[in-house]
Every structure is written in structure tokens, then in C-alpha cells.
């Protein structure tokens, strides 16, 4: 069979049936395969970024394997923001790229580039990836793609990159073979075995900690990567009634209503509570798939949660040498499958020794406590805005966040229902990633979606709102358009003097009017100010199909709480009133 065939033949075998990207003479042998597929749809996208950040959506939402495509040169290079994406986000995508004939290599060292837009992308893209290559023989195709799909989707998951030159796609594949067997992740069987080791050690580990603790704590990560896995660890605390704190990535595995639900931790802008509750209050942290960078726990890292004892689990074991307390100090880590543990708590019957028996309770104090704080402060108006929004978007399957303020004020604020995901861009912080993000998770789920953005990150991949028109795809976007780039010129006000250079009006950064670009597009649109959104938006998103609310907001937005640089993570501004804090600390 022709060697494309075989490659769409495969993904859809394995469960791809949508394939993202945007067509070129280097890649169209694979274009025309994926066409010819009775099972197998193509979407066009109008950047290849938005191709690889909807493939990175789509894995978000499906819980599984995406595939995005570029033809060579400028539209491999394209996709690399989305691979990055991907790779600091563990999401498993496959990547292909179109190329110059292997025949047109002049094989001069030295020589700037072999032919038209011919560029080494797997060079450029190996720091990114999970594994990439260059197909230089037909021959090459099966062990390579059943290879490259295997490490995607094994260990820590990830993207993979295959680069194809053009007489390579249209050869024959003699001897197709759909399902190859690999080691875990690549690695030999030894491997195996000391990760189930490590497996059943941090089991022991935290069954015999749990006896001990009395304000016990778990910290859920990204790194618990399965459906059955999440419902399996909530399922858990649940049943030893154990306070749980996400990350901002894992923030959909706990519905916000949740009586567990305390929180997402942040260095900077995290939930009050789960700062106060994990930094000071817990005396065993229970860490699941989270990497406890500095993002999450502050730059002054040794000083975190100093008196707690911390259990790491996962599966990166350069992830595990980040040193939390110095020397280790009361810190035990283990390289294992997350899904592994979980599986072996489970079916665990403990008998929980120290326990406070009103730890929750407490828990529950200290978050109603600092959430009447938070209420009270006049400029966190956006949060009870994305609040309210959050009421109007609860029959979506997804929804997509950008990266800036809105980020924050979402994972704050956004009541996210039961099986609705919030799709974020963790480690990258790409800008742009959310309307294309959103329009590969409609694709993975087959429902409605939504994305919410500022106005700088929706400029960033605007011309994708042709791909929601003509595929009619049932997105809500909402873009709240405070005329700046918040997020910098909230850091410019407090460390620059004010000086706002390039984020907003008049110091190189304007924003333009959303509803009419969109309604140019075919989209239907309403631009409202801020203080109607309460009263106009619920019958605006109620309707079908695409529409964009753009909701003008004041241009001096702020994201609160926030930590100051060298601050204790519990004590972010505005502070808490001295007697309230007090209090709390001695609970």
C-alpha cells in the first residue's frame, strides 16, 4: 500500500480520525491519503500554529493520541510552538512534516539549505520532543511510526516529530504491521521492573505516613494523565476524607463544588487557602504527577511547606530531582507510575491512626474565611465575572484558556461542572493557544466548547475564526478586552514606574473592535461593557452554532491575590486583615 495510506491507516486504527493542518506541495501525498479515508477527516487551520494547538486541545480533551500535519519549511517551523506545547504539557501528539525529495540533498557539509524551503526541523524540534526523525527509506515506516506512537503515549507522555520527504510518501509499504510491541517508553524490561518496585514502595510509604499524619493533604499534578486514574485518586480521598489541591492544569479532575475541593496552589496567584492550607497547615503532602516548581511553590523553594513531611510520586525522574527541603530533609520521592500507586491505594484498606478527626473541617474554615476576603476586594470584579460566565457555559464539554490575566481570574474563579475539562497551556504559556485549542477538543468530545481570552492572546491566532465559520463549529468565545496586556502592564505599574511600554494605547499595544472582525468573519457577535455581562451575556451564549461575546472591560485590571517577590505563598495582596490571619495560623 502507498506508504500515506499506511500512516493514516495506522492513526485511525489506533483511534485518530481528525487530523489538523494546512496543506502544502511537500505534504500533500499525506493530505490526499487522509482524504481518501473513509474514516479518517481533515481540518484545515490558517496557521500551522493553530493546527498544532488544536491537535494539542484534541489530546486534552480525549484523554488520548492527536495528530497534526505541515507541509516543509515555513509550515514545519510554524507547528513548533505547538509541539513545545505539548511537550511541556505531556500530551501525546503525533507531528508530521513534509520535505524535500531525499534525492535533492546535495550532501555538501556546510551548505545553508539543500533546496526550496527545505529546513532541518528535526534538529529544531528535538529539544521539544519526545523523539523525532527523518524518514530516509520507505522501508523505515513501519518500525518507525509504530515507535514514534509508542513513546507518545507510554511513560511520561509527549510529542513525537516524523519528517517525511516527498518521494518517501508516495512509495510503496510492502509489509504493513499496525501493532508492534516496544518496551515501556523505549526502555528495556528492567526498567519496568524497578518502576513497579518503586511502585509498591511508595505505596507502603504512604500507607505507613498516613498512620502518622494528622492534617494529611494530597496534591494532585497533570502527571495523573488517565481518566481512570483521577476518579481512582478522588475515589481515595474521599474515602479517608483527605483534603485535595491541584495544580492549575489538573484543576478539572475535582469538580469546584467538591467538599475536598481546596484549591489550586500557585506561587504567585494561586488560591489563598490552598497556599495557606499546603505551606503551613498540612503536615503530610501527598504529591501525585506535580512537579512543585517554582511556579507552584514559590522562588524561595527550601522554605515550602517546612514543617511537612512530602511524598513525591511520578513518573520523570528529572522532575523528582527539583530538591524541595534542603538535603532532602524529611522528603521522600519515588520514580513510579502514578496510575500504578493509585491502583494499589485503592484496594488498600488503612487504618488511619493520628488523624484529626475535624482536618477538613478546618480545611473548610480557612477557605470560606479567605474567600470572604477575596470577595470583598473591589478590583477582583473580573473573578466573580468569570464566575457568573462559568454558569453560562456549564453544558460545554471544554473550555479553553488563554494565557494572561483572564488565565488567572479563570482558574481562580471558573465553576467547572463534573466531566468539564479546562484546557490550559501549562508550561509554555503560549499565547493563541485557546480558540484553536478549543476547536480540536470539540472534534475529540463532539459537543460544544468554549474559549475565553484577552484581547492580546485572541489576536494571536484570530484568523482561525474562518476555520469556526466554515465548519460551523459550536464554540463560545468570549473575549475580555481590557485594551492592555494586563498581566505585563500590572508588573510594569509596580516595577517600571508606570512606564507601559508595548501593552497599552499609545505605548505601542491597541486592540481592535472584536464584534466586527468577528461578524466580517460570518460570526455572530455582541460587545458589551463589563457591568452588563450579568444581565446580557446568559441569553446571548444560550443561542447555537459560533458566537464571540467581547465584554470591554477597564483598561487598569489586576489579578489578585497575588504573591510579592520574596513573600511566604500564604500571604499574598492585598493581605489578609491581621486578625484573620492570626487566627487562622493557630487553627
Not at 2 to 27: A, N, P, S, W
Not at 234 to 241: D, G, N, R, S, V
Request: glycine share 8%; aromatic share 10%; hydrophobic share 40%.
Amino acid at each position: 500500500m502507498k506508504l500515506t495510506d499506511y500512516i493514516v491507516e495506522f492513526l485511525q486504527r489506533k483511534g485518530i480520525h481528525d487530523f489538523f493542518g494546512y496543506q502544502g506541495t511537500m505534504i500533500a501525498h499525506f493530505v490526499d491519503s487522509v482524504e481518501k479515508n473513509p474514516q479518517a477527516n481533515n481540518h484545515s487551520c490558517y496557521n500551522e500554529q493553530g493546527a498544532s494547538f488544536a491537535a494539542c486541545g484534541y489530546a486534552q480533551a480525549k484523554d488520548g493520541c492527536a495528530c497534526a500535519y505541515a507541509t516543509s519549511g515555513p509550515g514545519a517551523v510554524n507547528l513548533l510552538s505547538g509541539v513545545a506545547n505539548a511537550y511541556f504539557d505531556s500530551l501525546p501528539v503525533v507531528f508530521l512534516t513534509g520535505q524535500l525529495n531525499t534525492y535533492e540533498y546535495e550532501g555538501i557539509p556546510g551548505l545553508r539549505q539543500q533546496g526550496f524551503q527545505e529546513i532541518d526541523i528535526i534538529s529544531m524540534a528535538k529539544p521539544v520532543t519526545k523523539y523525532c526523525v527523518q524518514i530516509r527509506e520507505p522501508e523505515q515506516i513501519v518500525e518507525e511510526l509504530n515507535k514514534a506512537y509508542h513513546i507518545a503515549t507510554t511513560g511520561r507522555k509527549g510529542p513525537v516529530l516524523l519528517d517525511l520527504p516527498m518521494n518517501i510518501q508516495r512509495s510503496e509499504v510492502e509489509h504493513p504491521v499496525f501493532d508492534m510491541e516496544f518496551p515501556e517508553d523505549g526502555e528495556d524490561a528492567g526498567t519496568k521492573e524497578s518502576l513497579e518496585q518503586n511502585a509498591q514502595e511508595a505505596f507502603r510509604t504512604i500507607c505507613d505516613a498516613l498512620k502518622e499524619a494528622r492534617r494529611p493533604v494530597i496534591l494532585m499534578g497533570h502527571g495523573v494523565d488517565s481518566r481512570e486514574s483521577q476518579t481512582g485518586l478522588l475515589k481515595f480521598a474521599e474515602t479517608y476524607q483527605i483534603p485535595v489541591i491541584t495544580s492549575v492544569l489538573a484543576k478539572s479532575v475535582i469538580p469546584y463544588d467538591h467538599p475536598l475541593n481546596f484549591g489550586c496552589i500557585g506561587g504567585a496567584y494561586g488560591h489563598r487557602y490552598a497556599n495557606m492550607i499546603a505551606n503551613v497547615k498540612s503536615d503530610l503532602l501527598l504529591c501525585f504527577g506535580i512537579s512543585l516548581c517554582t511556579r507552584q511553590i514559590g522562588v524561595k523553594v527550601h522554605e515550602f511547606a517546612k514543617t511537612a513531611r512530602i511524598i513525591r510520586v511520578d513518573i520523570d525522574p528529572f522532575s523528582l530531582k527539583r530538591e524541595i527541603h534542603e538535603n532532602r530533609a524529611n522528603e521522600e520521592t519515588f520514580c513510579a507510575d502514578t496510575a500504578e500507586v493509585i491502583q494499589l491505594l485503592k484496594k488498600a484498606k488503612l487504618h488511619v491512626i493520628g488523624r484529626e478527626e475535624d482536618w477538613p473541617e478546618i480545611c473548610t474554615e480557612i477557605k470560606e474565611n479567605l474567600e470572604a476576603v477575596d470577595g470583598q476586594t473591589p478590583e477582583r470584579y473580573p473573578n466573580r465575572m468569570i464566575a457568573s460566565l462559568s454558569d453560562c457555559l456549564s453544558d460545554t464539554s471544554a473550555v479553553a484558556v488563554d494565557v494572561g490575566q483572564h488565565m488567572v481570574w479563570s482558574y481562580q474563579s471558573f465553576r467547572n461542572r463534573r466531566g468539564q475539562n479546562l484546557l490550559f497551556s501549562g508550561g509554555h504559556g503560549a499565547m493563541g493557544f485557546a480558540l484553536p485549542a478549543a476547536i480540536g477538543a470539540y472534534y475529540a468530545t463532539g459537543k460544544p466548547v468554549a474559549c475565553l481570552c484577552g484581547d492580546g492572546a485572541f489576536q494571536m491566532n484570530i484568523q482561525e475564526l474562518q476555520w469556526v465559520r466554515r465548519e460551523n463549529i459550536p464554540i463560545k468565545m468570549i473575549v475580555m478586552n481590557n485594551g492592555a496586556l494586563g498581566m505585563i502592564r500590572h508588573l510594569q505599574r509596580d516595577y517600571f514606574d508606570c512606564l507601559f511600554a508595548g501593552t497599552t494605547e499609545g505605548c505601542g499595544f491597541s486592540s481592535c473592535d472584536f464584534s466586527k472582525v468577528a461578524e466580517a468573519y460570518g460570526v455572530k457577535a455582541l460587545r458589551i461593557p463589563y457591568d452588563d455581562t450579568a444581565e446580557l451575556a446568559p441569553e446571548f451564549l444560550e443561542k447555537d452554532g459560533p458566537m464571540l461575546l467581547e465584554i470591554l472591560m477597564e483598561h487598569g485590571t489586576f489579578a489578585y491575590p497575588k504573591t510579592c517577590l520574596g513573600e511566604p505563598i500564604h500571604n499574598q495582596q492585598p493581605y489578609i486583615p491581621k486578625e484573620i490571619y492570626e487566627r487562622l495560623l493557630a487553627l
